[in-house]
């Protein structure tokens, strides 16, 4: 009841699932994913164990393809059933019941696996697969770039509701304290994968990708500017000269504020999209 895609990108080391569905938080059952083993995406009469088990045995060494011929071998029900796997070198899988609803299936790129069930046709999965292909974007932006040429494509044919997306890699989540780079969920939308898009822009902002961040030097005018920016917005910054301490606390705080610490430096630097925020907040 549900398409979705699998993908590695080994420059970033990155492995994620993006998945919609007519279905509520398919977000929430869907995708599974751990850095440094793979990525999985269950499906149709969901086997939860799939996800765990799978990245289990790729996180010991298993190739995607065997790990879902394990997983769907040991599984009685296995007939209903539909995953997408892609292992820690980006070898893919997909495997696709065959009691699942018409109309179902799934195939396999170099780094991906794309599959889904109750849909409108082969179409899907195949715009989904080139979407993915020719989109020059960071694997996050790829996954989504594939899940909406899969909904223009009709998608699931009973309609729309949720859509999700997960990415990790190692160190990649809020603060560094974590592997989860990317996990968003649209639970219950009428327009969900255009939702999801809104949300990944959103993401990008308050959690950049270190490529992504891009810092200037404070010099005395721009020092200048910040004092400004930030007293005409409430945000005491003294009467100095220069990148001061008073002025370094107010910035701190304004940026705390409005949840861009990932874009924070203790240097005397500021990041171009915090500048660009101050100047659009105080304006």
């Known amino acids: 009841m549900t398409f979705s895609i699998v993908a590695h990108d080994p420059d970033a080391a990155e492995w994620g699932v993006a998945v919609a569905s ?22 149709s009469y969901a086997n939860l ?90 694997l996050a932006g790829r996954l989504v770039a594939a899940l909406e040429a899969g909904d223009r494509a009709g998608g699931d044919r009973r309609g729309r509701q949720s859509a999700g997306l997960l990415v990790v890699r190692s160190g990649g989540g809020y603060l560094g304290a974590s592997d989860v780079a990317v996990d968003l969920r649209v639970d219950d939308h009428a327009d969900p994968v255009p939702e999801l ?29 910040l004092r400004s920016l930030l007293g005409a917005i409430g945000f005491d910054p003294g009467e100095g000269d220069g990148y001061d301490e008073a002025l370094r606390r107010a910035l701190f705080t304004w940026v705390g504020v409005e949840n861009l610490e990932e874009r924070w430096t203790d240097e005397a630097r500021i990041e171009r999209k915090v500048l660009e925020a101050l100047r659009d907040a105080a304006t």
């Open 49 to 138: 164990a799939y996800g765990p088990d799978g990245l289990d045995r790729m996180g010991r060494g298993a190739s995607a393809e065997e790990a879902v011929a394990a997983v769907t071998a040991a599984d009685p029900q296995r007939a209903l059933r539909q995953v997408g796997m892609v292992d820690a070198s980006g070898g893919a899988a997909t495997y696709t019941g065959d009691e699942c609803f018409d109309w179902a299936g799934g195939l396999v790129g170099d780094g991906y696996a794309c599959q889904g069930n109750i849909l409108v046709g082969p179409r899907v999965v195949e715009a989904m697969a080139e979407a993915y292909e020719a989109t020059t974007a960071d």
């Open 22 to 43: 007519k279905f509520l938080a398919a977000g929430a059952v869907v995708p599974f994913a751990r850095a440094g083993a793979g990525a999985v995406a269950t499906q």
């Open 197 to 225: 898009a809104r949300l990944l822009d959103l993401h990008r902002l308050l959690f950049p990708r270190p490529g992504d961040l891009d810092f200037v030097d404070v010099d005395a005018e721009l020092a200048a500017e």
